[in-house]
Structures are given as C-alpha cells and as structure tokens.
C-alpha cells in the first residue's frame, strides 16, 4: 500500500510554539501534499511539493521532502489556536495515471491558547 | 474564491436505500473525484473521473456506485443499495489537470449515515 503514516498521531502545544509533523510513504513519488482538515469539516490544501524540490514554505508553513527516505515534514512556526485542525499528507505515486491521491493517518494538532 | 460545494451536508438513509450525493466542482475544472472517510479512519479513495468517464476507480467502489456528470456542472455519486458500512463523510474534490500536476480541491463534504 502507498498509503503514508503521519507522526505523531496527536500533538499539543502552546500557542506561539512551532508544530513539527512528519509523513512516511511506501513508493515513488510525483508530488507530496498537505491538507487541514477542521473537526467535521472538508479538506483545506496547503502546500504542494513536487518529487525534485527539497524545501518549500508558504507564510508560516515549511515542507521538506526526503525522497530518499522518503519522508516529508510539515513545520507551522509561531502556532495559533486557529492552527488546531488535523493534518494530512497526501501522495501521488509515480506508477499510477496520477488522479489518485493517497492520504495518510492524520496528525491531530491541538494549539493552547 | 471558487469552491467545491456538496449537498446535502448531511444525509441519514434506511439500509438497502438509494441515494444520490451531490457536488459542484469549480468550474473550469476537469478532474473530478470521489473519497470517503469512516469516522475515525483514513480518508480513502472512490473514483476519478475525467473527460466523462471514469479514470480510476478503487476496490470500494464496487457496482452499488456509480458515478456521473448529467449537465456538465453537477458530479454525483449513486449508492444504489446502501449499506451500515457505507456510513461515512463523502468528499468530492475536483482539480484543472490531474492530480500528478496539482492539488485537489475538496468540498466539504456530506455525512452518510445508513440505519
């Protein structure tokens, strides 16, 4: 299965920390990407990393691809209490005609105000 | 900012009961698909559907579903006999190229609750 395993599974921390959550995947990858999901709610897209980038940021969000050990981390810096949410990494395998995307298992972060 | 939008938000059906899901893709889309998330799991997917028909499909969406876009603007899912292990939030998302090129948008989503 390509299905990707994101850790931890639940995160607390207090606003103003930075949130560091990280996703595994099985298989070659065209792209790596991250959703939000609020309790109950749809999935928001937040960042799209392509198999040849290493590094991307947009605001206070930071994502690192490994394809080599094929990883990735989501970084939110200076948190907020509106950051709660749950993440999701999402991955697009090089093998398939690429509409599918495979989510992982969620990190659920909670931020303290 | 355009959106996926999803009706009903929640819908409650008896077993063995038909029922349409409804989406409105963003507009100038052309990648259209179907996920489910059971409470608690992961979000899984259904379908793919691109130039009318279907591109990709999983091992879930067997031949109670069905998948189709009747007026160029709606995207619906048919269960045609629901079952208890249908309950589950449907999510429609659409994309402008495929998924190797681009995210995905999703909708809100509609909760199925099969009793």
């Known amino acids: ?113 | 900012e355009p959106e996926v939008t999803q009706t009903p938000s929640h819908q409650v059906t008896q077993m063995g009961q038909e029922v349409i899901l409804r989406c409105v893709p963003i507009s100038n889309h052309l990648y259209f698909y179907w996920y489910r998330q059971i409470l608690g799991q992961k979000v899984e997917f259904l379908v793919s559907f691109y130039n009318n028909e279907i591109s990709e499909k999983s091992e879930i969406f067997d031949d109670q579903f069905s998948v189709e876009r009747p007026d160029g603007s709606n995207f619906t899912l048919k269960i045609r006999s629901t079952k208890l292990e249908d309950s589950a939030m449907y999510f429609c998302a659409s994309s402008w190229r495929g998924g190797r090129n681009t995210e995905a948008f999703f909708g809100q989503g509609t909760r199925l609750t099969v009793v």
């Not at chain 1, 605001?59 to 691809?65: A, M």
């Not at chain 1, 989501?74 to 690429?98: M, W």
């Open chain 1, 1 to 113: 299965s390509q299905q990707g395993e994101e850790d931890p599974q639940a995160l607390s921390i207090q606003e103003g920390e930075n949130a560091t959550m990280n996703c595994s995947y099985k298989t070659s990858i065209n792209n790596l990407q991250w959703y939000r999901q609020n309790s109950g709610r749809g999935l928001v897209h937040l960042i799209l990393i392509r198999s040849n980038e290493r590094e991307k940021h947009s605001g206070r969000l930071r994502v690192t691809l490994d394809t080599s050990k094929k990883s990735s981390s989501l970084l939110i810096t200076a948190s907020r209490a509106a950051d709660t949410a749950s993440y999701f990494c999402a991955t697009v395998p090089i093998s398939n005609t690429g509409n599918q995307f495979y989510f992982g298992t969620g990190t659920s972060l909670t931020v303290i105000p």
